[in-house]
């Protein structure tokens, strides 16, 4: 099970951490990604990590969002930085059971386990 949390309001160029709690299992058995679904839009990803830190990020935020993971705690975090009105979305976090050190999928029928969403609203 997946828990996403820390969304809220942010003018642009501020900045938001959410974070993202796996209960049941152990966070160091997948690969961890985040997505985003705008109002009318597909949900899209933004980035993931894989168990022992291999990282990828989308183009449009790569430089301003960061992932981490505490696999100790369970959690995967997203560091918003540099935050803009097109960011606003529902931030989604996904686990795939992977031993891999490098592959991080960008689809989101690759990953088997969602969370609940958090939203993020970025004002102009």
């Known amino acids: 099970q997946l828990q996403a949390s820390g969304g809220g309001f942010v003018q642009a160029g501020g900045s938001l951490n959410i974070s993202c709690v796996v209960s049941?299992?152990?966070?160091?058995?997948?690969?961890m990604g985040w997505f985003r679904q705008a109002p009318q839009k597909e949900r899209e990803f933004v980035g993931g990590?894989?168990?022992?830190?291999?990282?990828k990020y989308e183009d449009s935020v790569r430089g301003r969002f960061t992932i981490s993971r505490d696999n100790a705690k369970n959690t995967v975090y997203l560091q918003m930085n540099s935050l803009k009105p097109e960011d606003t979305a529902v931030y989604y976090c996904?686990?795939?059971?992977?031993?891999?050190?490098?592959?991080?999928?960008?689809?989101?029928?690759?990953?088997?386990?969602w969370g609940q969403g958090t939203l993020v609203t970025v004002s102009s």
């Open positions: 996904a686990a795939q059971r992977s031993g891999s050190s490098w592959w991080v999928p960008r689809t989101k029928n690759e990953y088997v386990h």
């Open positions: 990590v894989t168990w022992n830190g291999g990282f």
């Open positions: 049941g299992d152990i966070l160091g058995s997948y690969v």
